[in-house]
T-cell receptor, first 110, second 113 residues
Framework: EDQVTQSPEALRLQEGESSSLNCSYTVSGLRGLFWYRQDPGKGPEFLFTLYSAGEEKEKERLKATLTKKESFLHITAPKPEDSATYLCAVQAGSNYQLIWGAGTKLIIKP | NAGVTQTPKFQVLKTGQSMTLQCAQDMNHEYMSWYRQDPGMGLRLIHYSVGAGITDQGEVPNGYNVSRSTTEDFPLRLLSAAPSQTSVYFC????????????FGQGTRLTVV
């Protein structure tokens, strides 16, 4: 069964304290892995798409990487405005449907 | 550009009532979808559409209907509301294949009592 697991469920960091969020997946025929950010009371906002192992994408303080079994979202010197829930989703097989993880709630304290 | 617009933002229904959640996008996207989001769980796909006149079921379609008469609009109908349908509902749109990412609406928080 296709599955996406995110860890940790929640992460509290001090401002400036770098860390990583994990998204592990078991799917047949990966087509793409997606990272989204979700603020309270709002819909998810697209961040990155990764297509193949070894690929990396960067945006401001965020860097996403992909291996054959997992993806990491690295956050460098985070600021309080980076606080949000980060969602990972995988597209696999012959259809376009996404399989979503439950998310990691990130809290950055000033 | 308004993006994806969902209405209403909040709704309370009594068990057995029916209602329609509205979703409209102005980006000429082919692909539209409805998700529900429950605490501790990933987004779950209810129904989706790859273009006007074409709809299909997702992971959790029971109790919901959709139609796609135009490219812009993709309403979700709850036929007979049940407490298990209490959730936050999101509509999303994207270009075909979703590889460039999807745009989401602000969500509808639905409570069924």
């Amino acid at each position: 069964e296709d599955q996406v697991t995110q860890s940790p469920e929640a992460l509290r960091l001090q401002e400036g304290e770098s860390s990583s969020l994990n998204c592990s997946y078991t799917v047949s025929g990966l087509r793409g892995l997606f990272w989204y950010r979700q603020d309270p009371g709002k819909g998810p906002e697209f961040l990155f798409t990764l297509y193949s192992a070894g690929e990396e994408k960067e945006k401001e303080r965020l860097k996403a990487t992909l291996t054959k079994k997992e993806s990491f979202l690295h956050i460098t010197a985070p600021k309080p405005e980076d606080s949000a829930t980060y969602l990972c989703a995988v597209q696999a097989g012959s259809n376009y449907q996404l399989i979503w993880g439950a998310g990691t709630k990130l809290i950055i304290k000033p | 550009n308004a993006g994806v617009t969902q209405t209403p933002k909040f709704q309370v229904l009594k068990t057995g009532q029916s209602m329609t959640l509205q979703c409209a996008q102005d980006m000429n996207h082919e692909y539209m979808s409805w998700y529900r989001q429950d605490p501790g769980m990933g987004l779950r796909l209810i129904h989706y559409s790859v273009g006007a006149g074409i709809t299909d079921q997702g992971e959790v379609p029971n109790g919901y209907n959709v139609s796609r008469s135009t490219t812009e609009d993709f309403p979700l109908r709850l036929l007979s509301a049940a407490p298990s349908q209490t959730s936050v509902y999101f509509c999303a749109s994207s270009y075909s294949g979703q590889r460039a990412g999807a745009f989401f609406g602000q969500g509808t928080r639905l409570t069924v009592v």
